[in-house]
């Protein structure tokens, strides 16, 4: 197979580069480095027997967009301004990436004559909903610009699937963690941050009372999601699949974890309670278990030791 990836050399597009070229499939990274590592645009790091090009490119320039696109089966978009703060602070420019840019991916897609495009959306398109586990058909309820941006994407999916029969598929993700995630990333989570508090001999911050939970999801599984999105033999037109573990944990049940990767000597500090802060996150994940096959292959405590093995073997990227 031959796939495109927007936003290659971001966490979670490099992963997904690697598990293509070791599938043998050819794979065409596309990224401008606005939030990706310029390490992840060397062909050279990566094993496999796929063969594996980088281009400098933004998506929203869909004309050099579709000449990149021609002869591919496949586009995985996972290219964003993927930050919460930074859409409420600069919601044009973050519109531009996350609105147009899917749009400019949909359309040269459409053009080049792409089979399907697999999107990358995000569970905080449902807002603070109080339904648990949440399924994909919970109401949108954005409560930042990026996930009213990430709804409307998954939205244009859709249409396009409609209006133009392009196949296409989005994927929300719940709170991916896993190796080559840095705590500043667009997509960090708390866990990166108390790993790269724990090995800098820092003291984690804690929001509120630590009793907030989330479903984390580890990197494998997101990356698992995506190549069964791409090989699905059935039509796949618009659809919503949540990704997750199907479970929640504490973030005080993850703190408790990175310490003991760190001989107990891992020391915490308190915070206000962040305004807006969800409770809880759960997805019901029955629906890409049941039409994708998917089921996650890393549990909550197997995630965190091979996080924890990444991070204390010097981060290497």
Same mark, same amino acid.
């Given at each position: 197979?031959?796939?495109? /990836?927007?936003?290659?050399?971001?966490?979670?597009?490099?992963?997904?580069?690697?598990?293509?070229?070791?599938?043998?499939?050819?794979?065409?990274?596309?990224?401008?480095?606005?939030? !990706?590592? &310029?390490?992840?645009?060397?062909?050279?790091? @990566?094993?496999?027997?796929?063969? *594996?090009?980088?281009?400098?490119?933004?998506?929203? %320039?869909?004309?050099?967009?579709?000449?990149?696109? &021609?002869?591919?089966?496949?586009?995985?978009?996972?290219?964003?301004?993927?930050?919460?703060?930074?859409?409420?602070?600069?919601?044009?420019?973050?519109?531009? #990436?996350? /609105?147009?840019?899917?749009?400019?991916?949909?359309?040269? #897609?459409?053009?080049?004559?792409?089979?399907?495009?697999?999107?990358?959306?995000?569970?905080?398109?449902?807002?603070?909903?109080?339904?648990?586990?949440?399924?994909? %058909?919970?109401?949108?309820?954005? &409560?930042?610009?990026?996930?009213?941006?990430?709804?409307?994407?998954?939205?244009?999916?859709?249409? *396009?699937?409609?209006?133009?029969? $392009?196949?296409?598929?989005?994927?929300? *993700?719940?709170?991916?963690?896993?190796? *080559?995630?840095?705590?500043?990333?667009?997509?960090?989570?708390?866990?990166?941050?108390?790993?790269?508090?724990?090995?800098?001999?820092?003291?984690?911050? /804690? %929001?509120?009372?630590? !009793?907030?939970?989330?479903?984390?999801?580890?990197?494998?599984?997101?990356?698992?999601?995506?190549?069964?999105?791409?090989?699905?033999?059935?039509?796949?037109?618009?659809? $919503? @699949?949540?990704?997750?573990?199907?479970?929640?944990?504490?973030?005080?049940?993850? @703190?408790?974890?990175?310490?003991?990767?760190?001989?107990?000597?891992?020391?915490?500090?308190?915070?206000?309670?962040?305004?807006?802060?969800?409770?809880?996150?759960? #997805? %019901?994940?029955?629906?890409?278990?049941?039409? $994708?096959?998917?089921?996650?292959?890393?549990? @909550?405590?197997?995630? &965190?030791?091979?996080?924890?093995?990444?991070?204390?073997? !010097?981060?290497? /990227?």
């Amino acid at each position: 197979m031959k796939v495109a /990836i927007t936003g290659s050399a971001g966490f979670i597009g490099s992963n997904l580069v690697e598990a293509c070229l070791l599938k043998g499939w050819d794979v065409i990274g596309i990224d401008n480095l606005s939030t !990706g590592f &310029l390490e992840m645009t060397n062909a050279n790091r @990566f094993g496999g027997s796929g063969k *594996y090009q980088w281009c400098d490119l933004d998506v929203n %320039d869909t004309s050099e967009l579709y000449h990149a696109f &021609l002869g591919y089966d496949v586009v995985f978009h996972l290219a964003a301004l993927a930050r919460v703060p930074f859409s409420i602070d600069h919601p044009l420019e973050a519109n531009m #990436a996350n /609105i147009t840019g899917t749009l400019s991916v949909l359309e040269a #897609a459409r053009t080049a004559g792409v089979k399907r495009v697999v999107f990358s959306c995000s569970s905080s398109i449902f807002g603070g909903s109080n339904i648990f586990p949440t399924p994909e %058909d919970t109401e949108h309820a954005p &409560l930042s610009p990026y996930a009213l941006q990430k709804s409307a994407g998954a939205t244009y999916c859709k249409l *396009y699937s409609e209006l133009h029969g $392009l196949e296409t598929v989005s994927l929300t *993700y719940y709170n991916v963690y896993g190796k *080559y995630q840095r705590a500043n990333s667009a997509y960090a989570t708390v866990i990166p941050a108390f790993f790269e508090a724990a090995s800098e001999g820092k003291s984690c911050r /804690i %929001d509120g009372d630590g !009793g907030q939970s989330r479903d984390f999801c580890h990197v494998d599984n997101v990356v698992q999601a995506n190549i069964l999105a791409a090989e699905h033999g059935g039509k796949l037109m618009g659809e $919503l @699949f949540n990704v997750a573990n199907g479970e929640t944990h504490s973030v005080r049940e993850v @703190f408790d974890s990175i310490k003991s990767y760190y001989g107990g000597n891992v020391k915490s500090y308190g915070a206000p309670a962040r305004l807006g802060d969800p409770r809880k996150s759960l #997805a %019901d994940i029955s629906k890409a278990v049941k039409v $994708l096959g998917y089921k996650p292959k890393v549990g @909550f405590k197997e995630g &965190l030791k091979k996080t924890a093995d990444w991070w204390q073997g !010097g981060c290497k /990227i």
